[in-house]
Every structure is written in C-alpha cells, then in structure tokens.
C-alpha cells in the first residue's frame, strides 16, 4: 500500500509540474524542412563563424536583427539549422543585414552591418568559436552612405587590407572603400572612393572572385529582376569594374529585391549562389560548370520545402480532398487563396502546392478563408474576407467556385474580416465567427438548416472582447470539456485564449503562456499529428507559418470512460543532432515498445521492448540504427506501444 501511494505521489507532482509548464512545443519542421527561416527581404551572407571549417550563415531580413544560421553539416555537405542568438542585444534599426570579417585583424571575424542607422561596427570580443559582439561607435562617421546601406569586405588592392563595397538604397549607387589605415585599424573616407555603377534602387553588392582570375569582382542585386555582374577586368592592384550581362542569364528573372550571397558552399571549387527575395525564400543554385563558363544548376533540396504565401498567411485546415488528411488552405497579402495537399499522412503532414482549383477566388488585398461543406452537398464551399470587410460565398460546383454575390452580401465588418465556419450552437449546421480590423469579435449565427445556411449576427456573443487590430480568430474545443473555446491573434502578434463560461467569455492567459506571433498573427486550430488534441498554427505578415504540438494534460476526465493507460509522447529536442530525448508517461505499469522506423516504414532500432513501471520516463536515442551506425539525415518515426494504446510521432534528424 505505501509503494502505490509513493507512486501516485510522484505521479502527481509530475502531472502537476507539466500542467504549471509551458504546454506547447514549437516545431516549425513542419512548414519548413530546411530549417532556415523563411524571412521578409532575406539577406544571406556567409562565414565560418564557429570555427570548424565550414560556411555558417548570416541571414538578414526586413524585420529583425540578422539570424545566425549554423552549418550543422560539413565543408562539402552542408546542412543548416538556427544556431545561437550570438547577435543578441543588436537592434535591428543598426543591422537588417550583416556580413562578417576579421576587419582589425585579431584572428576572429567582426560584423559589419547595414541598417536604418547606416553603417555599423560591432567589433568581436568573443573568441573564433564564440563569438560576442560589441559596437564600436561612430566608427564610420562621414561616409555618405543614407539608410540601410548594403556593405561587404574584401582585399580589393592586394595591399592586405580590408577594402569595402557599399550599396546605397536611394539611389542604387556601388561604391568601393579603399582602406586608407592598416590592417589593423581600418579608415574609410569620402576622399577614397570610386562609384563602379548604379543599379536603379537598393543594391545589394558581394564580393567574390567569381573568374577565379585573384582580383574582387562584385555581384549585385537590386530592386527589380536578376543580377548586375562587374567584372573586374583590371588587376588586383588597379580593378577596371565592368557589366557582363551574360553570366547570371535566367538567374532571379521572376524575383524581386535579389540579394545574393556568393560562396563555395559545397566545397567543389566554384563558387555557387544563394539569394534572398522579398518574399522570403532563399534560392540556391550550384555552379556544376567552371569559373569561366559557368553551368547553373537549381539545387531544391537545401533550403527548399518552406511553406511561405509570400505575405500575410491565414491558414484553416480541412480535408479537402477527402483522403482522411488535413490539408491547408490560406489567404495571401495580394487576395489569392493558396492550398497545399497534405500528400503525407494524418500523422505525419508533407505539403505540395497545388492552389489551381481556388485560382477564381480573387477579391480585395488580405485575404482570408474558411471552408466548409455549408450547403449538405459533400462538397467544402468556401467563404473569404478581405480588407474590405465583406464576406464573400463561393458555392463548389465540384469543378471550381461559383461567386454567389446573393449570399452573406449584407455583412460589413468594417476592414479586415476574417470569417471561420464552425458549428457554434452544436445544432448540425455551420455558423461563422469572424474577426475584424477594429479587434472585435463577432457571431453570424446559422438559422436556416444544414442544406440551406441563413447566417443572422447576434450581437453582444461574445461580450466586450476587444483585442486591439487586426483580430483573427480560431475555434476549437482546446479544454476537451465538450465546450467551443476562441483563440484570437492581432496586429501586434498577441495570442489571447478565451474561455466559454457558462455563456460568459473569459480571457485565460495561462493557456496560451509564452506563445507570441509575428505582426498580424492569424491562429488556426487542428490536430494536425493526430493524437487527439488541438495543435495551433500561426501565420504572420511574413506570409510563412509557425507550428505550436500541444502538449497539455487535459485533466477534464470521465471516471467512467475507459482512458488511455499513456500520457503525452514526445521528443526533445526536435529537430535534433546527434541525439533526442523521447519522453512518455505511464498511470500504470505497462508492457512498452518503442521503435524507430524511417519514412519508408522500415524498422531502424528498437529501444524499448519491457515492462514499465508508472510514472514519467525518458529514453535517450543516440542517431544510430540496431547496427550501432549513424542513421542519414532525414525524417523519422518513433511509435509507442503498450497494451491499450498506441501513437506515432515525427522527429527530423540534422547532421
């Protein structure tokens, strides 16, 4: 009797520390493979910042300070996930992009930043393998430069010091810097500068010795389509900078604000190109030719599977295709609907664009989307809002859209509505809760029957909720209590959590503790790994998605309702490199097998096959098969086992 109520108390305390912690796991992986963001007017620039060899990344971008982005993989294999916030405490007013040098020479690499301020030091007094950065002031007073300059370093005179390009955002001008100090105490100045061309507005220039002929040529993006090449048909001493027009051919042709990073990322012994784009996204393309005649091979498979609408995402989840998945449907900052099958499973999603079908659906800027079959017809209809306010029905004919202007033409919400379809009053009909500009949250009640919808708004449902601008809500049974529980997201990236009390709206904060969005946060409920509960997706200005796993105890129990005997199966971290916790919790002892399968469905190791007493556990997975080798990079299963219960859940694996 002692030993099971030890047990219990224990199990208790675990129960009760993991309700009081955070309850949710962000796991972007999976809206972005890559594992690099997918960043407003992306910037990427690169360096060996820790050390070990390899080309790291500095990514810049509209929003933020630049992100280091670490090269987990090697010299000739590379492969990159979010790394330390080693730019901590620099604003993103100094340095919306960023390049790294060894500017007085010490043997590390310092950061050299464009930004609103103009062009700043920040000086690295960390060591080559940590570093830490501190801003050294005023250091390059008296350049002509304006806002968010464009810079990048390089020996440009082969007098061993470090020379500057600049790219100025008014006026499109390429400027060179010669360094009129010493290798160890860089001057800039007005007086010893050339202007190599001018590029129309906001250029963005990189150095690389692109012929492999040793002197600087520059490479230069730009506010319009492609690339602008000077070639530096001079000599290390003295360059002579002109256009060849005909070594990027093809190259950003159908992207804007282009800003390219140029490295040997691949270690081959050419340099290849990766860039940035308004919309986020970076692009990669290899140089599988030669120096002098280049032969540029798109290379998918890097950065590729980002999930990005190119601004302001606004997701819902339906199966649309009936194949017993969810898939995701969004709205976009120009007003097209984007959809993306999930050609996965239910347990573990993949997305392919395939939005052809909504191509008819195309109103004001902002859109936003709710689908439902409204109308008893086994087809999912879809009603959009928009910046204007308005709702918009369009009818699935089961070979497109029909825009029935009739229907839901009286609702005028004022700017910025953000209609959802669910079934409110529980009366087998769908209802819409909406957001708009003004924060307000409002009801259209369906008062007709389930094959023909008459949508009446009752006002004052939901009491005086007000989250400010720019509300979008999501509806969803978050508590299992069998009541209808709203998450809303707003302009200033907030997520507030409301609570159904007995007809009372309620604001819980504890719910949504410690999960914030980006500008304009459109929040999404679904249970999008299967396992019972709500999982919450947000979209952003930015147009991309974050994933938040839930994972919550719900404690609202029936005694007499048979219950799962395993508690929340989980894995930190995730993605991981070179090993993860797998965690799972037990009311009762058990007999556990846990098993790791690739994404074929093939057995790779098995880590637990025993009895198990109660209580939490932890089971430590090392990367290698049932062999003992290191397992390939990639996506994996781990399934739990036991004799009442069974879950599979994802994990990716970064070398």
Known sequence: MKRIFVISFLLGLWI??????????????????????????????????????????????????????????????????????????ISALDAEMGVCADLDNDGDL???????????????????????????????????????????????????????????????????????????????????????????????????????????????????????????????????????????????????????????????GTIDLIFGTAVGPLHYYENNGTPAIPSWQENTTLFGGVIDVGGASNPVFFDFDDDGDLDLVSGSQLGDIKYYQNVGTAYASAWEENSSYFSSIDHSIYSAITIGDVDDDGLPDAIVGDLSGHFYFHRNTGSGFFFDTEVLAFVALGGWSAPRLVDMDDDADLDIVAGNESGNLFYFENQGTPTTPDWVEVTGYFGNIDVGTNCV??????????????????????????????????????????ITGGQNTTPALADLNNDGDLDLTLGNYDGSFNYYENFHIMMDIDPEQPQPNSYKLCNYPNPFNPETIISFGLKSDSHVLLQIYNIKGQLVTTLLKENVNAGYHEILWNGKDSNGEQVASGLYLYRMTTEDFSQIKKMLFLK
């Not at 971008?61 to 996930?81: C, K, M, Q, R, V």
């Not at 978050?478 to 809303?488: H, K, P």
């Open 16 to 89: 009760i520390n993991h309700l009081m912690a955070q309850p949710w796991q962000q796991n972007d992986v999976i809206f972005n493979t890559s594992g690099v963001p997918s960043l407003p007017f992306s910037q990427p620039r690169f360096a060996d910042l820790d050390g070990d060899g390899d080309q790291d990344m500095i990514l810049g971008n509209l929003n933020d300070a630049p992100f280091y982005i670490e090269n987990i993989g090697t010299a000739t294999s590379p492969s990159f996930a979010q790394g330390d916030d080693i730019f901590s405490g």
């Open 110 to 268: 310092d950061l050299i930043s464009g930004g609103y301020t103009g062009l700043n030091y920040f000086e690295n007094i960390g060591t080559v393998t940590t570093p830490s950065f501190q801003m050294i002031n005023t250091f390059f007073s008296g350049l002509n430069v304006g806002q968010n300059p464009v810079p990048d370093l390089a020996d440009v005179d082969d007098d061993n010091d470090l020379d500057m390009v600049v790219g100025l955002s008014e006026n499109g001008s390429v400027k060179i810097y010669f360094n009129t100090g010493t290798v160890t105490v860089a001057q800039f100045s007005e007086s010893n500068v050339i202007i190599i061309g001018d590029v129309g507005l906001y250029a963005y220039p990189n150095f690389c010795d692109l012929d492999a002929d040793n002197d600087q040529d520059v490479v230069v993006g730009r506010d319009l389509h492609g690339f602008v090449y000077y070639q530096n048909n001079g000599s290390p001493q003295i360059g002579l900078w002109e256009v060849n027009a005909s070594f990027f051919t093809g190259l950003g042709d159908d992207t804007y604000w282009n800003s390219p990073g140029l490295t040997d990322i691949n270690g081959d």
């Open 473 to 514: 809500p999501t509806v969803g049974d978050l508590s299992m209590n069998d009541i209808l529980d709203v998450i809303t997201g707003n302009l200033w990236g907030e997520v507030q959590f409301f609570r159904n009390n007995e007809g009372t709206w309620m604001e819980d904060p504890a719910h949504v503790s410690g």
